[in-house]
């Protein structure tokens, strides 16, 4: 398992903080998933042989927000 942070931008309430959480929680080998509106940021805990980065930040943008 691996551990990232995904700096997030555009979450504007908890609504939002709810989806960023759904979206990245139905992605293929994630297995934890801790958004946080300030500072903008998810902690994501992936297994890097069922996923990767670029699929978790596309995800995020996908669902309306900036990931970096």
Same mark, same amino acid.
Request: hydrophobic share 45%; charged share 20%.
């Given at each position: ?5 995904? $700096?997030?931008? @555009?979450m504007?309430?908890?609504a ?5 959480r759904?979206? =990245?929680e139905a =992605? $293929?080998?994630v297995e934890a998933?801790?958004?946080?509106l300030e ?5 994501v805990s992936?297994d890097?042989? =069922? @996923?990767n980065v670029?699929?978790l ?8 927000f900036?990931?970096s």
């Amino acid at each position: 398992m691996e551990t990232i942070v995904i $700096r997030i931008t @555009g979450m504007r309430c908890q609504a939002c903080v709810q989806s960023v959480r759904a979206v =990245l929680e139905a =992605l $293929r080998g994630v297995e934890a998933v801790a958004v946080s509106l300030e500072p903008g940021q998810a902690t994501v805990s992936y297994d890097p042989t =069922l @996923g990767n980065v670029a699929i978790l930040r596309k995800a995020v943008e996908q669902a309306g927000f900036d990931a970096s």
